[in-house]
Every structure is written in C-alpha cells, then in structure tokens.
C-alpha cells in the first residue's frame, strides 16, 4: 500500500487537472489553484523538515569537530538570528530582519551571481576554440552577435549604404547579429522546446497511468 | 440712471484696487461683493458645462468559455465621443443586483472603447448594469438600465478545443505503443549522456572519491524536478553496487524526503541497505544563489569525482557547471531550459538536451511499457512537424485557417 496509495493520488489528481483545464463549470473548474493551496500547506510544512534535517547535520558536524566545523557555527547562528529576528520584530521595513537581509544576504546572493561573468568568460574561451567544423561555426556565429550587439560593431559598418542596393544593408553587423539570433537561434530553441513539451506531455501520461514510478522509489 | 451706476460701480472698484487688504474695505465688505458677483457671473457665462449625452443600448451577454464568473457589457458610444463636443473621456461601469439599485461602481474604460468585461460576478445572482459617460471636469451622463442577467458556466472551454485534439493525438500515440511494446521489442537510439553514467560511476570508484548529484532547483511540482529525481534512482543502485559514496545536495525540503526515500529504497533493493544513511541527502537551502554557493563549497571540499546535474536550474547552472569543471570531474547534466542549454554543453562532458532527460527515466529501466511510451512520443513529433510543415506551406501562400484555428 506505501506504493499503491500515491499513484492512486496521483491518478486522480492528474485526471482532475486534465479536467479542470478543458471544463471551466464548477465544481472542476478552478481545480488546479485548490491544488496550489494544498500545495502551499504541503511546503511550509515540509520547510520546519528541511530546517530540522539542516540543524541536525550541523550540529553533529560542530559536535565531532570534523574539518570546517566553523563554517557550520556560521550556519547556525544565521539561522537562529534571523530566525529570532523574524519571531520577535517581525519582517517588515526597517526591521532586525529586513536589517540583516539587505546587509547581509543581498550582497552575498550579489556577489555569488556577479561570479557568472567570470565563469561565462572561461567558459567561452573554452566553447569558441575552433578544434572542430562545429566550433568554428559557433565560433563565427558569436563573433558576429558579439561584435553586432556592441556600438563599436554599428560604429564599423554604419557606411554600408542602406537604401541602394538594398541587399547590401544586411552586411551592416547589428542586422547580421540580429538575424542569427531571431532566426538559426529561434528555429533552434523551438526545436528544443517542442522536443521538451512533448516530453512533458509523455512523462506526465506515464506518471498519471502509473507507469512511471520511479520518483516514489518503485522498480 | 444706469449711466452713473457704471461711473459708481467703476470708483468703487479703483478704490478696492487701491485699498487692497485694509481693515476699512474689510469692514466695508459691499464693494468686493459687488465686483466678484459681477466676475463670477461672466465666468458662469463664460464657462457652463455642456452635459455628455449618455451611451445608449447598453446591453449584456453572458462571456462564453468560462466557468460562470464573468459578464460581457457593451454599449453604443455616447455621440460626444470622439464626435460632437468630444468631451468624454472615460466610461464608468456600474452594477446593481436589484435594478432599483444600489448601483456600484466595478471598473471603468477609456473613452473610444464600448465594452468591458466583468469578470467577478456570481453565477447564482441576477445583475443589472448602467454605464456612465465622464467629462474630464468629471460631468457625467448616464445609460439607462440593462436587463437581468445571470452568467452561466460553460462544459467546454471551445478555445482549447485545438489543445483537446493534439492531446488525443499525443495520449493515442503514445496509448497505442505502450500497447505495441508487450508484444514486440522497441529500438530506442542511444544517448551518449546516459551510456556515460556507468563510466562515470566506475570512474568516481576507482579514483576512490564521492558522486555529487543535483536534481534541480526546484520543487516538486516541476515536472523536470520528478524526471531528475526518476534518474537518481538509477545511479543510486550502481553507486550501492559499487560501494562508492553519494552526496545528494538539494534545495527543497519537500524534494529532500522524496530522495531521501528513492536512495533508501535503491540501496535496499540491491541489498546494501545498511551502507545507506539519510544524510546522503541533504537539504542546504531555498535561496538559489545561497544554494550555489553551498555546492560550490562542497565541490572544493570533497571534490567529487563525477557530477550530474538533472533538472531544472537557472542562472546557478554555470557557476556549478564551472566549478565541477575546475575540479576536474567528469560532469553530466541534463536540462530542459533552453537558455541553460549552452551553459551545460560548454562545461559539461555530456548534456541531455530537452526530452532526452524525459527519456532518460525509460531508457535506463528499459521497461518495454516506458518504451513504448518514447516511441509514441516521436510518433506524436512526427505528426507535429507534418503539421508545422502544412502551416508554413498555407501561410507562405497566404492561407490563414490553420494558424487562426490553432
């Protein structure tokens, strides 16, 4: 029954939702934002599991003073600080909280997104090598968007006549960066999207059929 | 007469002007009387609103495709819109549930425009509705009164009816191989991602170091979530089997229990139960950069010796990807976000690309019923492109029916 019970759930729930989209008369329509709220039940919940689980291997950690045991004390005194804070003084404007969130957690999540201009960098010196025909062509391909996106690339070809003849304005950088981006580019990404909805539409059916079990740890 | 009245009229005037603010004209308080009577009557003259004549035939319909909540009103244009004194600027919407009233006001358009849609009514009360035309001196004209009327919910929503038809072609495509599958063996193409997980398991026991899996960022109700989390298993066998050690760090407590159970229930089932413990699966944070930052440290730390990334992520798949790379772990990953894709591909050793990693599920348990499932899909592709093929074709010679239908 720990097996049956949630791919009966998930039948069920998955046929309602297949409903609520085509039959908007009561009681199926409007299924699917009941099913968000119980969804919103289900995780704040499951949010006191994930603190408790948190808690628990750092403290064990911070108990057997394994390697690094410092970065779990800063752990878990953030925790209880903002946690204490959010209790006592609430979370609105100009609280301990809000504080401690704009000081602290901000520049943090700041400086860790700042790092992906760093990584895009190395990460396209390494893409852009032309070892083989493929890499030469995304290698050509980002030369013109990069080039074409920037003033220096409209400032380099802004002489190319645009009225006469007029297939000559399409050697002007931006419109070439344009075009690969609006058209190689989209055909791709819808390739790829379509590709994913359909495997979207697959999974689901399986999970909904119960075919598909492998998330609940079923063979 | 009327001669030395203007005369008088005219010097008691220069004399308020001269005195101004003093007590004596304060006290006196007949000339300013007279002089402002004499001003605002001429701006009276000057300045007598001219009424907007009101909309007319307002009447109401109940909006199709809805499940009873929502009325569609619409009116004729008061004729001094866009016309005549062209003073109206605004249509006011009021309703009622007894025509006697109390009208209240529930939404408002610009001018130019006859019809509103009222979307919170109730299909079990009767409404009636006025529009009221509004100057921008805020004169107003109103309509007269609709007739009663209910809105109905609607069995069938005609607008998805385009949706209904590719979901039966797709759901019978896919009905049909699952039942094709039990009579006779499917050919799946290989997918070099997948093929390499056995040698990044094997590589990760040799070199004596840990795996590092990430199925996602988000939560469960993400179907790209569940697909990664279907693959977990999988890999969690092989590294019960091998002995080598897991690490499944994962920002959603709800996705924490969900995995926990899968490798639990993976190392049972190859008979290692006790080389499982729950910490395998760690809970780190919701934050997504908090939740990059923490892989990374776990990254340097134990520097594992191979990486999956399967799911969904955002703008944290670089950094991880980067930091596994510097490592020097073999990493794959997998992904249905389009613009994360070449994040993947350039950092990683091998990439599910869109519905392989839907597919990935299936074709590592090589159940013929999952199979199947795959074959139908890209039977339901095929008759999509055909489909895309025909549109280009229609609208290349300017035949619109499809596009419009769809």
């Known amino acids: 029954m720990k097996r049956e019970i949630p791919i009966i759930i998930t039948f069920v729930t998955g046929i309602l939702m297949i409903i609520d989209f085509f039959v908007p008369h009561p009681p199926f329509g409007g299924l699917s934002s009941l099913f968000e709220i119980f969804f919103t039940i289900i995780f704040s919940f499951a949010t006191i599991l994930g603190i408790l689980a948190l808690s628990k291997i750092n403290i064990e950690k911070i108990y057997r003073k394994r390697e690094t045991y410092g970065y779990n004390i800063v752990l878990l005194v953030g925790l209880v600080t903002m946690i204490f804070c959010g209790l006592v003084w609430g979370i609105g404007e100009k609280s301990p909280f809000d504080f401690l969130y704009m000081n602290f957690m901000m520049p943090m999540q700041s400086t860790m997104f700042s790092l992906l201009a760093f990584f895009v960098a190395s990460a396209s010196y390494r893409a852009f090598r032309a070892r083989t025909p493929e890499a030469t062509l995304l290698l050509i391909a980002a030369f013109f968007v990069m080039l074409g996106r920037v003033p220096l690339g409209y400032q380099m070809t802004k002489w190319v006549p645009e009225v006469f003849p007029s297939w000559l304005h399409f050697l002007q950088l931006p419109i070439i960066a344009n075009w690969i981006m609006d058209f190689p580019n989209t055909a791709g990404q819808r390739a790829i999207m379509i590709g994913a909805a359909l495997g979207i539409a697959s999974t689901s059916l399986r999970l909904v059929l119960g075919i598909e079990s492998a998330h609940i740890g079923k063979e | ?406």
């Open chain 2, 1 to 406: 007469m009327d001669m030395t009245k203007k005369v008088l009229v005219v010097f008691l005037s220069i004399v308020t002007l001269f005195l101004g603010n003093s007590a004596i004209c304060q006290d006196a308080e007949i000339i300013p009387v007279v002089d402002e009577t004499a001003l605002q009557d001429s701006n009276l003259i000057e300045e007598i609103p001219l009424l907007p004549q009101p909309p007319g035939n307002i009447y109401v319909t109940d909006s199709p495709n809805d499940g009873g909540k929502s009325l569609t009103i619409k009116w004729e244009k008061s004729p001094d819109d866009g016309d005549g004194l062209n003073s109206v600027v605004e249509y006011e919407i009021l309703r009622a549930e007894d025509m006697k009233g109390p009208f209240e006001s529930i939404g408002s358009t610009t001018a130019g425009k006859h019809e509103f849609i009222d979307s919170t009514c109730n299909r079990k009360n009767t409404y009636y509705f006025k529009v009221v035309a509004k100057t921008p001196e805020k004169f107003k004209a109103e309509s007269g009164i609709s007739e009663g009327i209910s809105p109905v919910a609607q069995w069938f929503d005609r607008t998805r009816l385009s949706m209904l038809i590719a979901v039966i072609i797709v759901v019978s495509s896919i009905g049909f191989f699952l039942f094709r599958a039990k009579k006779e063996e499917l050919y799946i193409r290989k997918i070099a991602g997948l093929e390499a997980i056995d040698e990044a398991v094997g590589r990760a026991t040799e070199m004596g170091r840990s795996i590092l899996y990430i199925p996602g960022i988000m939560d469960m109700d993400d179907i790209q979530t569940i697909a990664g989390i279907a693959i977990l298993g999988s890999i969690a066998k092989k590294t019960a089997q091998y002995e080598t050690g897991l690490n499944v760090p994962v920002s959603r407590s709800v996705v924490m229990t969900a995995c926990q159970e899968i490798v639990k229930e993976s190392y049972t089932n190859v008979g290692h139960a006790d080389a499982y413990y729950p910490e395998m699966v760690r809970y780190l944070t919701d934050d997504q950069f908090g939740f990059a930052a923490g892989v990374d440290g776990i990254l340097l730390r134990e520097k594992p010796a191979a990486c999956f990334y399967l799911g969904k992520f955002y703008a944290e798949s670089l950094i991880l990807a980067e930091t596994g790379f510097s490592i020097q772990a073999i990493q794959i990953a997998g992904t249905a976000e389009s613009s994360q894709l070449p994040f993947f591909v350039t950092a990683c050793d091998y990439t599910l690309i869109g519905e392989e990693l839907f597919a990935a599920s299936a074709y590592l348990s090589q159940d013929p019923k999952m199979l199947g499932s795959l074959k139908g899909q890209d039977i339901a592709k095929a008759i999509i492109i055909f489909f895309i093929t025909f549109g280009i074709i229609l609208e290349s010679f300017g035949i619109h029916w499809l596009s419009n239908w769809l």
